[in-house]
């Protein structure tokens, strides 16, 4: 972590705190309209195309609720590592990650390098 400034840390640990605030807004909200299509359902609507609709939106809201919630502990857990000190550190090869990534990507926990060879590995899975 000791690549970093101060100042660059507290932008940041505010990033990082705002984007997982947001994610967790965006979840909430999903959560909600879901709710609120189903207690605008009519009980007695039986049209296939209409319940094969609404399961769909349900599947999709339901994966993006996923993806929030999956951003906002990823943000939650760059903050721990902010505070344990290895914050910048890539988990894989153990070099400091550049600062111009994490400014683009705040809760990256590989360098770029290390990143690639992880994609290409689990690109065909």
Do not use: F
Not at 42 to 51: K, L, S, T, Y
Request: net charge negative; aromatic share 2%.
């Amino acid at each position: 972590m000791n690549h970093l400034s101060a100042s660059t840390l507290e932008l940041l640990k505010a990033r990082l705190v705002a984007l997982r605030d947001n994610a967790l807004q965006e979840a909430w909200a999903v959560q909600g309209q879901s709710l609120d299509k189903i207690d605008d359902e009519e009980p007695g609507v039986q049209d296939p195309a209409e319940r094969a609709e609404s399961r769909r939106e349900q599947e999709i809201d339901g994966a993006q609720v996923d993806i929030d919630h999956a951003m906002a502990d990823a943000a939650q857990a760059a903050l721990q590592r902010i505070a344990d000190g290895s914050y910048g550190t890539c988990l894989a090869c153990g070099l400091p990650i550049r600062q111009s990534r994490l400014l683009a990507i705040p809760i990256a926990i590989r360098c770029s390098d290390c990143q690639s060879v992880y994609e290409r590995r689990h690109a065909s899975r």
